[in-house]
């Protein structure tokens, strides 16, 4: 991949009415199901997520078939508008398995190309809310292609993986194998799902331990490779959507508090050192805002440059969400390191966030190989 030119596309990075009012539905929706105290209480159970939540967005709004062409029961939007309800999620830092259903493993299965069976029919209960659909990959995992933990011995499919984000909440997992890409109950006989203790526990996590287990194969081993690859790729480039969106909040409710809170008969968000931490954070959110509608944008247009364009999004996205999360913290004073306020939960989401799906360095090392420069 050469460097952009004077031919490459100017990409949109502007919100179209029709993704401000998407926008306002899920917002609307979260600030009336999700508030911080619903969270909080949320994660102290042990069902983080709320079915009637989850109903009404990926059913009522349509949010679940945003990727899924007409004809296959979706909506027929595309990356743009998943984006948007990604934005809002994380703003609200919500427990909804939209990333991983509703972008990674629908764009799996949309990668596989199949008109009819088990796939497609699959797909359209995805796309209607009705199922939850999980990769049975590491949430922390790096580029995809490497050996696979899952074996086909006798029919039957065999290995653990560790760290499965959702899988829990999911009805089906789709396992990746060394023979190719099959769908696995969680409920069936030979499937342990096993639930850890995760960092972030706002999107939790699992060991998959598959003994004999049998399981329905949606694609032979190349085409699963490039379908996960697919998956992965728009998981990533989404992420940064969800990582802007929690960035966004940190940033505003930063300002807000230090308008409030009054030290030495001023508000501290008047000392000239605090304005400029604030300020540079403001920078940095409104160029991760650039970066992940590029990223967003490429996916919907199906560019080229698109594996560019997310790498850069999740090399840049990951460190400002991280910053915005641990300013929040810090310029709450004492209120922001207690449990009840729930800058913690936007720290952790952003940690997280900041390893899944390849590192920033790994995404680093991306750009550099797929970029070349040219000669000066």
Known sequence: MTAPTDETPTPDLLYSEAEEDLRAAVRSLLADRSDAPTVLARVESDTPYDPQLWKALAADIGAAGLLVPEELGGQGAGHREAAVVLEELGRGVTPAPYLTSAVVATEILLALSVREGPATSLLGELAAGRRVAVLAAPFAAGRPGGAQPVAVVADTLEGT??????????????????DGLYAVEPGAEGVAVEPLVPLDLTRPLATVTLRGAAGTRLADGASA??????????????????????????LTETVRYTRERHQFNRPVGSFQAL?????????????????ARNAADALASGSPDAPLAVAVAQAYCSRVAVRAAEECVQLHGGIGM?????????????????VAYGTAGQHRATVAELVELPAP
């Open 161 to 178: 993986v560790t760290g499965v984000a959702d899988a829990a909440a999911a009805d089906v997992l789709l396992v990746p194998t060394t």
């Open 225 to 250: 490779v490039d379908a996960v690859r697919r998956g992965l790729l728009a998981g990533a480039g989404l992420l940064a959507s969800e990582q802007l969106g929690l960035a966004e909040w940190c």
């Open 275 to 291: 304005k400029h931490r604030m300020a540079q954070l403001w920078l940095e959110v409104v160029s991760a805002r650039a970066a």
């Open 338 to 354: 207690t449990w009840e306020h729930p800058a913690h939960l936007y720290l952790k989401r952003a940690k997280a966030d900041s």
